[in-house]
């Protein structure tokens, strides 16, 4: 299923927990890294690995918005749709993200290039309007910022 | 009180490298924590007792004295004692841990270090919240530096102390934030908030006795410890004594986060630090605490100040500091609707008034805000709210039910305009 230095990389998490169970959340954001999303085959390659039964981790993965039950495109685009943000920005970058990538909330494009999707407040509210590309934060951006950042990835 | 800025927890915020242990080591980082496991800086029941004497409260939200907190572990226990630091940082407004994390992450880790000590852990989990991507990098970076440095692991410095510092993270959901929540988040199972009690103190992480603290509480304990309770509890407000780490978002010339000792005036800091309206309108609102405090309207906020006795004075509270400011062109029914999209979206559907009553509460918004909002509506919401709060496992219900039934009863007139201009039934 994965590399050998995932392996130990996984291991190692494994050995900071008296339990392997407790290891499920960074397990599986690794697992998610690698694969892009957690598909049956992955799920119950972690149960393996952390000696629990598929159900345990498939409860976990999908009670989590940051955990992928199902694929994405190639990247994934979070906006902050919370107050702050909303007030400060992010009404506007969503209608042009929407209009830019022609999707709806959750859609991916044609293309399988974007995901887009709306996230609850990011810890940025002071630096609206907020947004994830793949992870990584990115503040405070004008419209055009943003479509240069998009061309960049 | 005259607003007083201060440099403590920020002090490195904006120098260069501020994450590196070298430049926090410059700032004699780390000689506290290596003072306290030498037992130089007294036992743990006087760390604890000091911790309590400075006045500290919790900085997550719910503000309990932490000295007290620590106090509740029992004594002479037999059992592994865990500390889990609470880094999830999702109520909307508040963006102040990601500035300990990202900027300072050597400041927390030093503060989980004297506080284990203090507590008698040996194992540590910092809970990131997983979009702090940068965060989590900068923590773990800071971790391996201090291992490194030959502050953590067993013996360290051949005072007998054993401490594993590690890294846990989470997946976007805001209840995780609950301290039960989070640690059945690290335990691997959904992570459903506990009844209480038992309390953490008693049985916590995989059942053993657990403290939980959030990262600006923890951030704090190096320079308590450095420089004494009196030092600590001499700033601000006498009944609510320190400095804080407050963060101000919405329609102000200068959001961020301001460090300023408690007791100060709100409009003072909207006036002052954060440069005023933007364009020049007029406030309508502030939401002072974090999205899940009551509404604070514009007399209001001229007359009070930051601390709690106060703010309480006013039916509201300083919760997690996230100081939300709005202009007269805000649409209320609007902004409440977006809150309680939020806590219907992240409500873990354990408790049936908090399932069931969140998404209620959002579709009758939802006609309020398209065109067919009815006269009931207004007293429908308040009385659903009565009906959720303090009726469930967490306080997220109670949470969403605060600023709902203060937006609604300050601002009924525009739930009324609202009303007034919907279609009435039956016309084309
Ligand atoms: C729904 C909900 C979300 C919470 N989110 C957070 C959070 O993100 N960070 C935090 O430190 N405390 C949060 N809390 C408060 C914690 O339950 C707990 O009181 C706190 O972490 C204790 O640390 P302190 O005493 O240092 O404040 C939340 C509470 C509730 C009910
Ligand atoms: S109050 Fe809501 S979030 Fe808290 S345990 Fe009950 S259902 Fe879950
Ligand atoms: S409201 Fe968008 S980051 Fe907080």
Known sequence: MFPEDVISELEEIRSHYPHAKAAMMPVLHVAQQQKGWLDQETQAWVADFLSVDPIEVHEVVTFYPMLYATPNGEHVIHVCRTLSCDECGARELWAHLKSKLGVERGGTTSDGKFTLRAAECLASCGTAPAFLVDGERHESLSLDEVDALLESV | MALKMQSILSARFDKENSYHIDTYRADGGYETYLETIKGEKGTPEELVALVKESGLKGRGGAGFSTGMKWSFLPKGTDKPIYLCVNGDESEPGTFKDRQIVEFDPHQLVEGVGITCYAIGAHTAYIYLRCEFALGIRRVKDAIRQAYEAGFFGKDIQGTGFDLDVHVHIGGGAYICGEETSLLNSIEGVRPYPRNKPPFPAVEGLFGDPTI?????????????????????????????????????????????????????????????????????????????????????????????????????????????????????????????????????????????????????????????????????????????????????????????????????????????????????????
């Open chain 2, 212 to 428: 939980i603290n959030n990262v600006e509480t923890i951030a704090n304990i190096p320079h308590i410890v450095k420089n004494g309770a009196e030092w600590y509890s001499g700033f601000g407000h006498p009944e609510d004594p320190g400095v804080r780490l407050w963060c101000v978002s919405g329609h102000v010339n200068n959001p961020g986060v301001f460090e300023i000792e408690t007791g100060f005036s709100l409009q003072e800091l909207i006036d002052g630090p954060c440069g005023g309206m933007k364009n020049g309108k007029k406030l309508k609102a502030v939401i002072p605490g974090g999205s899940s405090s009551k509404v604070l309207m514009p007399d209001e906020v001229a007359q009070v100040t930051m601390d709690t006795p106060t703010i309480r004075g006013f039916d509201s509270s300083l919760g997690s500091a996230g100081i939300i400011v709005l202009d007269e062109d805000t649409d209320m029914v609007e902004a409440v609707r977006n809150l309680m999209k939020f806590y219907a979206h992240e409500s873990c559907g354990q408790c049936t008034p908090c399932r069931e009553g969140t998404p209620w509460i959002v579709k009758i918004l939802n006609r309020l805000c398209t065109g067919k909002g009815r006269q009931e509506d207004m007293d429908l919401l308040l009385d659903l709210a009565s009906n959720i709060e303090g009726r469930t496992v967490c306080a997220l219900a109670d949470g969403a039910c605060w600023p709902l039934t203060s937006i609604v009863k300050k601002f009924r007139h525009e739930f009324e305009a609202k009303v007034a201009a919907a279609t009435p039934v039956g016309a084309s």
